[in-house]
T-cell receptor, first 109, second 114 residues
Framework: ELKVEQNPLFLSMQEGKNYTIYCNYS?????LYWYRQDPGKSLESLFV?????AVKQEGRLMASLDTKARLSTLHITAAVHDLSATYFC?????????FGAGTRLTVKP | DAGVTQSPTHLIKTRGQHVTLRCSPI?????VSWYQQVLGQGPQFIFQ???????GRGNFPDRFSARQFPNYSSELNVNALLLGDSALYLC?????????????FGSGTRLTVV
């Protein structure tokens, strides 16, 4: 059974600091997604990673995928308050997309 | 261009009742998936439909059913509601299952069972 594990589950950062969120998954897949969710809102697509070694960057966020290690990372550079949200990784197996439990990020001044 | 639209946005039902949730995908998208998100957890996959056929089903009881119409819109039905069915129900659409640009999610239906 596919399992997707994120860590940490809770992350409190100061503005200007860097940090990495990790997403491990248990079965072979070459499609991994990162989503952002604000409280009470739906999911916003951040990154789609489709192959081993894929790296994508948008603003202060950078995501990477290592399919051999079954690991994806979401790196936050110089965090700002607007990045406070819950971040989910999800692994796509065509007919079934499994989400991690989410990382609740709080960025403090 | 309209995104994924879901209705209703909020719903309160009593235990034992039945509920129907609706989803209209982005124009041109033929795949619709349903997810249940309990407060504080990640979304859980319920169903995926593509070209009006069920392509995948998550680990949910038979009280949950869905269908996709010729215009690619979809309904999720839940019978004999339980308190534990209270959740945010999300619909996502894509051109096809596993499409490389991923899935676009609607704003969700917040279901409260009392």
């Amino acid at each position: 059974e596919l399992k997707v594990e994120q860590n940490p589950l809770f992350l409190s950062m100061q503005e200007g600091k860097n940090y990495t969120i990790y997403c491990n998954y248990s079965t072979t897949s070459d499609r991994l997604y990162w989503y952002r969710q604000d409280p009470g809102k739906s999911l916003e697509s951040l990154f789609v990673l489709l192959s081993n070694g894929a790296v994508k960057q948008e603003g202060r966020l950078m995501a990477s995928l290592d399919t051999k290690a079954r690991l994806s990372t979401l790196h936050i550079t110089a965090a700002v308050h607007d990045l406070s949200a819950t971040y989910f990784c999800a692994v796509d197996l065509d007919n079934d997309m499994r989400f991690g439990a989410g990382t609740r990020l709080t960025v403090k001044p | 261009d309209a995104g994924v639209t879901q209705s209703p946005t909020h719903l309160i039902k009593t235990r034992g009742q039945h509920v129907t949730l609706r989803c209209s995908p982005i124009s041109g998208h033929k795949s619709v998936s349903w997810y249940q998100q309990v407060l504080g957890q990640g979304p859980q996959f319920i169903f995926q439909y593509y070209e009006k056929e069920e392509r995948g089903r998550g680990n949910f009881p038979d009280r949950f059913s869905a269908r996709q119409f010729p215009n690619y819109s979809s309904e999720l039905n839940v019978n004999a509601l339980l308190l534990g069915d209270s959740a945010l129900y999300l619909c996502a659409s894509s051109l096809s299952p596993g499409f490389s640009y991923g899935y676009t999610f609607g704003s969700g239906t917040r279901l409260t069972v009392v």
